[in-house]
T-cell receptor
Framework: AQTVTQSQPEMSVQEAETVTLSCTYD???????LFWYKQPPSRQMILVIR??????QNATENRFSVNFQKAAKSFSLKISDSQLGDTAMYFC??????????FGKGTRLHILP | AAGVIQSPRHLIKEKRETATLKCYPI?????VYWYQQGPGQDPQFLIS???????DKGSIPDRFSAQQFSDYHSELNMSSLELGDSALYFC????????????FGPGTRLTVT
């Protein structure tokens, strides 16, 4: 069975700083997908970034980038130049192709003015 | 671009009542997933459908049932509601192309009193 672990329940950083959210996962599969979802107070699930396990290159989306270490089963999210609008709950997630998504417990991120 | 539509957005029911949640996937998406997110928790997979057939089942109570119709919309039926069923229910859809992409709807917030 696959599991996703987020070891940081809550984090706070100053606006404009860089912050890294940690995530580890466990699977015996070789082909899978990893995601970071953002859930603001509206509780909408917003896809931040997606990584395909067979791609060695780390995914980036504007200020968001990941550090994907397949051998270590690690998938961290880096947010550069953090903004007040980045305040949200962030979920690390895993899926196999068209399978269900398995979420971590989440990291609540506060961006301080 | 069209997104996943869920209705109603908010629903208040009393214990032991019945509720029906509806999900309209993105056009040409043939796979639907249902997730339940309790207060302060991560989303948990309930059930999924591919081409109108149940494809996977998670921790869905026997009091819940679901189906996907010929137009690919899906309904989650919940009977004998309990206080613990109060949660945000997400529907997600995918095109089933093995790309691991699921698009989430805005959710239905169910409150059982």
């Amino acid at each position: 069975a696959q599991t996703v672990t987020q070891s940081q329940p809550e984090m706070s950083v100053q606006e404009a700083e860089t912050v890294t959210l940690s995530c580890t996962y466990d699977t015996s599969e070789n082909n899978y997908y990893l995601f970071w979802y953002k859930q603001p107070p509206s509780r909408q699930m917003i896809l931040v970034i997606r990584q395909e396990a067979y791609k060695q290159q780390n995914a980036t989306e504007n200020r968001f980038s990941v550090n994907f270490q397949k051998a270590a089963k690690s998938f961290s999210l880096k947010i550069s130049d953090s903004q007040l609008g980045d305040t949200a709950m962030y979920f690390c997630a895993f899926t196999l192709r068209d399978d269900k998504i398995i979420f971590g417990k989440g990291t609540r991120l506060h961006i301080l003015p | 671009a069209a997104g996943v539509i869920q209705s109603p957005r908010h629903l208040i029911k009393e214990k032991r009542e019945t509720a029906t949640l509806k999900c309209y996937p993105i056009p040409r998406h043939d796979t639907v997933y249902w997730y339940q997110q309790g207060p302060g928790q991560d989303p948990q997979f309930l059930i999924s459908f591919y081409e109108k057939m149940q494809s996977d089942k998670g921790s869905i109570p026997d009091r819940f049932s679901a189906q996907q119709f010929s137009d690919y919309h899906s309904e989650l039926n919940m009977s004998s509601l309990e206080l613990g069923d109060s949660a945000l229910y997400f529907c997600a859809s995918s095109a089933g192309q093995g790309l691991g992409e699921q698009y989430f709807g805005p959710g239905t917030r169910l409150t059982v009193t």
